[in-house]
């Protein structure tokens, strides 16, 4: 059988200009990328993903930078009440505190970040004045905190909200403090993008694992963790279980493997195989990466089946499954 007959194709309806019609995306590529698309490109994980999609691409389109369009894209889901993995609404720690973690990079190599940042609405736009205002990376803490204060940030009541205490409260009935990662539909937002002149930019923004332990911090605001952008080569950003993420440095790895000449879904494949490789009790673990590289060429793989991310285009939008390193029993 030929490598194109082994393929698995999933056809996704795309809605254009006016018009629906069908895109064929490979669900495990053996190599070749899951897709390419026109530029401007968004792309976006979760199903979260598209809302903060359709609002990156209405900036991108005033005429703002695709950093811009990252920024806005994400703050969207960092004011989505109903969503318990990113934003002050989302699950607390096991002290019942809820903080978060976020970073932005653009393609030229600057970036900022923050972590562990208690009552600030938008981390995300925290960590591009870091990125902006500072000669540093990443601040965390109450040093994030005075900086979104003398920036004139607004502080937000430390309250959780009403999906979060009730989840939290029953939580409390056996405080089991076992960080596994749900499989689908959840956790970070990464975000990564391309404009119409190839620049390049990223972002992601978590509220962390649910009832971790306090001052935990995940992938998300790790610089070549959570997040990579280089306009040379292409960008990736992860999302699930942080810890595992960083012991491979993920998303510079998927980009360092591009500049090698990988396609960004042999990127992704070859990171999760090591991802697998280094962590234990891997049932438990889910982790998924999305990539994109300087042609437009785009790929996505997770460890477990469930992984999907948001896709726009110029004509083009719809939400597409990755494929992953074990299948479904």
């Known amino acids: 059988m030929t490598m194109l007959g ?6 996704k309806t795309v809605i254009g200009a006016g018009a629906a019609f069908p895109l064929a995306i490979a669900e495990g590529s053996f190599g070749k990328p899951v897709g390419k698309g026109s530029m401007p490109l968004i792309l976006s994980t979760w199903d979260h993903g598209m809302a903060a999609n359709e609002r990156a691409w209405e900036v991108l389109n005033s005429g703002k930078s695709i ?26 720690d096991r ?22 940042v208690r009552q600030v609405k938008h981390p995300i736009s925290l960590a591009r004045l870091v990125m902006e205002k500072t000669p540093h990376v ?34 409390k009935k056996t405080s089991e403090y076992k960080p596994v990662i749900n499989i689908e539909n959840h956790d970070t937002i990464g975000m990564i993008g391309m404009d119409a002149n190839g620049k390049m930019a990223g972002s992601c923004t978590t509220s962390g694992l649910a009832y ?50 990988r396609s960004p879904q042999e990127a992704c494949e070859e990171a ?23 042609d437009g060429e785009f790929g996505a793989y997770a460890v477990h089946p469930g992984f999907n ?21």
């Open 6 to 11: 082994r393929r698995k194709f999933l056809i």
């Open 67 to 92: 950093v811009d369009a990252v920024e806005e894209g994400v703050k969207v889901t960092e004011n989505d009440l109903d969503n318990l993995s990113v934003g002050l609404q989302g699950l607390p």
């Open 95 to 116: 002290e019942g505190i809820t903080t978060l973690d976020a970073s932005i990079m653009r393609g030229d190599g600057a970036c900022g970040a923050v972590a562990f």
């Open 138 to 171: 990443m601040l965390v803490g109450e040093g994030a905190r005075q900086f979104a204060l003398a920036e004139g940030f607004p502080m937000e009541q430390e309250v959780l909200s009403e999906k979060a205490e009730r989840a939290y409260q029953n939580w």
């Open 212 to 261: 971790k332990m306090h001052g935990r911090v995940g992938d998300s605001p790790i610089i070549g963790a959570g997040l990579f952008v280089d306009d040379e080569v292409g960008a990736a950003t992860a999302t699930g279980l942080g810890e595992s993420i960083i012991r491979i440095s993920g998303s510079f790895l998927i980009v360092e493997l591009m500049r090698q000449g």
């Open 272 to 294: 999760v195989r090591r991802l697998v490789a280094k962590n234990s009790n891997i049932e438990n673990i889910q982790a998924g990466f999305l990539a994109l590289n300087k």
């Open 309 to 329: 991310f948001a896709r726009h285009a110029l004509g083009e939008r719809g939400m597409v499954n990755s494929g992953s390193h074990f299948k479904r029993k």
